[in-house]
């Protein structure tokens, strides 16, 4: 027996030896493993086209990166700057800024249907227009932290105010110039569009070409002309355009053919960019859409046979053909910054009009907002707000510190909107009638109306979801896979044996990792904090590893073919983009010096956050068809899962202390909402209700003294001569109320009664469709911009 145990041993150890030896020794691997899989992988690569390369190309890999490690660099993380607005362009916030949204209330905009001339005047004078423009050519030299700011006090008085600026400051010609300009362009163009003398658009959008830009249709020709000077002969056929009604100077983007090849580029030279005056022969500019109502400039543009000197194009002849590459790489950053400001300046001003209205409305003897059906949104809207401009501030210190993060830019446009989009919905409800009818005094119904608005530009977010942050972006941020990708396309089989045994490695290591982080709910990782928000960074390393391993089984699963499972690539952007979003929260807590009076918030967020992780990954694995390795992957994969769930959703008792919080003057409630645009005039809507609420609060001590005073019999009801006597004139006639709060109360109950009025009209007025005020004269409904 023992001789038979002997020979069977050594007649394995040579088999085994042999397949440790072709994996140990990399020409032998290489040789019999590496380079045939690869060739058979190579087979199963989707063409990726030139348009599709830059898009992921485009922009650098950050934070994002680390998620896909599966071992996220707390340190790292915590490290990334977290700027702060300086002095001079909080002056700026302070002056111009809050003057003009004096100048004009969202419900004088809308009656215009646009900006008073006063106001487009300021904002050239003031150079609105070119904030993203250095000094040097006559602009503000803003950083994009200053612009988000600034953005963000606009959007909390007019949507009209943020989708006339950002469009000249975001992606536009100035931006298009700034990077790839001549220094003729520059030179000529960047001054006058700092003082609003040039309107800017951008026109990319074709009917035949949404979502799928690069499929334009718009087409430019290269010819001499009898001067022996090289021309561009366009046409064009755009929609959607902002500001195109009033533009000057569109930058247009198109597909340049050049039949002779007086470029030396060939005939399809690619897409290209160019700026077209608007006064130049062709240019057709004579019809706008409305966009939901929202008074902001809008508009088809066409072009029939417009002929342009050869160095309109951006850059000149050298950026012929880069047009795609000029615009992938400017959104990488940009589309991170426009509108998750925009959306914060929302959220804010929601924030504070519904928890206004919570403590200013009262039924059933109580403010709305003690009743927990209420407490609930206010819970939302409150945690929400903090993701947004969490994600925001974090987001602009990349930028500025130089990065490009392409696919963290696309999470914060789709999430700021959809975000921003949840908290208006649940503000609406809060206000039940006040919020549906439309009046000066009405603050949210024209938000509600504008924001499917953010949702759809820069990358309508259906697209943005389920391609753009992981269908492209796992290319893009996975450790390995791109390099890999290219060592198959070059036939590298040296690079790839190396990529490949690095990637299996990192496969195994994070499979062992999320298996044990699962089973202690986190507990081995490493926190980089102490104290309350700790637990947080623990759970989102074993998401992480998580993460990690579901990627490379979505990848085994379904190769090249993955980002055409949109469902799947959906809930793995949710994922991601929940990882990146929690991050934000507690970087923000931490930076900003771990206020206690927040702590519930962030927590609150936190445990959020957790949540629409552990729902994504149940969806992933629900849903993904693994005939080969299912068998032994997936219960693996659902033990860590399944039985330690990442998060519940925070609880009633947390919701209450944010509502709570939400509610209260000063503290959370200010910190939660700076930088948004605050009236004092009690004449207008948001004044009028910040003061009604300033003194509902100042008065809850007394009815709550009042209160007592009934239950333990100080104060007897009885004593009521009418059904419709208040208990304050009761407590007053008995003695229990100074004269000073005597005062208090009736002031504090005049101030609620006139916050909770809503607008209405004649019927001439409204027939007339020139509304007016409740103490106004007729508003007209156009005006010229002066």
């Known amino acids: 027996m023992l001789h038979y145990l002997s020979t069977l041993s050594i007649s394995l150890i040579f088999p085994i030896s042999l397949i440790l030896l072709t994996f140990l020794i990399p020409p032998l691997r290489r040789r019999l493993i590496s380079a045939p899989f690869g060739k058979v992988a190579r087979k199963q690569l989707p063409k990726i086209s030139d348009t599709e390369r830059v898009a992921i190309e485009a922009g650098q890999v950050w934070v994002e990166g680390e998620f896909f490690s599966g071992q996220p660099d707390w340190q790292r993380l915590l490290n990334e700057p977290y700027p702060q607005v300086p002095p001079d362009v909080q002056a700026f916030l302070d002056g111009p800024v ?110 035949l070409a949404g979502s799928d830009a690069a499929s334009l249709t718009s087409c430019g020709e290269v010819f001499k002309a009898e001067d022996g000077q090289l021309y561009l002969r366009l046409n064009w056929k755009k929609r959607y355009i902002t500001l195109g009604a009033i533009a000057t100077l569109i930058g247009l983007a198109f597909r340049l053919y050049d039949p002779d090849n007086l470029l030396g580029l060939g005939h399809d030279v690619g897409i290209t960019c160019a700026l077209v005056p608007r006064e130049t022969p062709g240019v057709v500019i ?37 047009g795609w590459k000029m615009l992938m790489q400017t959104l990488a950053a940009g589309r991170g910054i426009s509108f998750p400001a925009t959306c914060t300046g929302v959220a804010k001003l929601v924030a504070r009009v519904a928890s206004a209205h919570s403590v200013v409305r009262q039924q059933f003897g109580l403010p709305i907002g003690r009743f927990e059906g209420v407490e609930e949104p206010l819970a939302r809207i409150a945690g929400l707000t903090y993701v947004v401009d969490a994600a925001r501030l974090y987001t602009c210190g990349a930028v500025d510190s130089g990065a490009q993060p392409a696919v963290v830019s696309a999470i914060a446009k789709y999430q700021s909107t959809e975000l921003a989009r949840a908290i208006v919905n649940d503000g609406m409800d809060i206000l039940g009638g006040s919020g549906i009818c439309r009046g000066p005094r009405n603050l949210l119904a024209n938000v509600y109306t504008a924001i499917p608005i953010a949702v759809t530009v820069e990358g309508a977010n259906i697209l943005t979801r389920t391609l753009m942050i992981f269908g492209q972006g796992v290319i893009r941020c996975h450790p390995y896979l791109y390099d890999e990708i290219q060592a198959l396309y070059d036939s590298d089989w040296v690079a790839f044996d190396r990529l490949l045994w690095s990637h299996v490695g990192a496969f195994i290591r994070n499979v062992g990792r999320s298996k044990m982080l699962g089973l202690t709910q986190g507990r081995l990782a490493t926190a980089p904090v102490n104290g309350p928000t700790a637990p947080y960074y623990r759970k989102l390393s074993w998401a992480s590893a998580t993460f990690a391993v579901l990627t490379d089984i979505a990848l085994i699963r379904y190769g090249g073919s993955l980002k055409r499972h949109e469902n799947i690539t959906g809930r793995y952007a949710d994922a991601l983009s929940w990882l990146y979003l929690t991050s934000a929260v507690l970087r923000r807590f931490e930076a900003e010096g771990r206020p206690d009076a927040d702590l519930a918030t ?27 390795v299912g068998s032994l992957v997936k219960p693996l994969m659902g033990l860590g899962l399944r039985l330690n769930p990442l998060a519940t959703l925070p609880s009633d008792a947390l919701g209450h202390q944010v509502a709570k919080d939400l509610q209260a003057t000063g503290g959370m409630r200010d910190r939660l909402t700076a930088g948004i645009y605050l009236p004092t005039d009690p004449t207008e809507a948001l004044g009028r209700l910040e003061q009604a609420h300033t003194l509902s609060q100042q008065a809850d001590t007394i009815h709550r003294r009042l209160k007592d005073a009934v239950r333990t019999g100080q104060l007897a009801t009885d004593g009521l001569k009418h059904p419709t006597e208040s208990l304050e004139t009761l407590a007053h006639r008995a003695g229990l109320l100074t004269q000073p709060e005597w005062d208090l109360l009736m002031t504090a109950d005049e101030a609620r009664k006139d916050a909770i009025q809503v607008d209405v009209f004649t019927f001439e007025e409204y027939e007339a469709g020139s509304k007016v005020d409740l103490i106004g004269a007729p508003q007209p409904l156009f005006s010229d911009r002066g």
């Open 98 to 207: 809050e003057r003009v949204c004096q100048l004009a209330t969202d419900w004088e905009i809308y009656q215009r249907k646009d900006l008073p001339p006063a106001v487009w005047k300021f904002l050239k004078h003031e150079k609105f227009f070119g904030m993203m423009i250095p000094q040097e050519f006559g602009g503000l030299g803003f950083s994009n932290l200053a612009y988000s700011a600034v953005m963000v006090k606009l959007a909390s008085r007019s949507f009209t105010h943020v989708a006339t600026v950002g469009v000249t400051n975001s992606l536009g010609p100035a931006k298009l110039l700034l990077r790839y300009g001549t220094p003729e362009q520059k030179a000529r163009y960047l001054p006058r569009l700092a003082i609003g003398e040039e309107i800017p658009c951008f026109a990319l959008t074709e009917p």
């Open 286 to 322: 004579d019809h706008r859409h409305d966009p939901m109502g929202v008074p902001f400039f809008n508009s088809p543009i066409e072009g029939h046979d417009v002929v342009l000197p050869i160095d309109q194009i951006i850059g000149g002849v050298a950026q012929a053909g880069q």
């Open 602 to 628: 962030v927590e609150w967020a936190a445990q959020y956050g957790l949540v629409q992780i552990q729902s994504a990954f149940e969806g992933i694995v629900g849903n993904l068809s693994l005939p080969v």
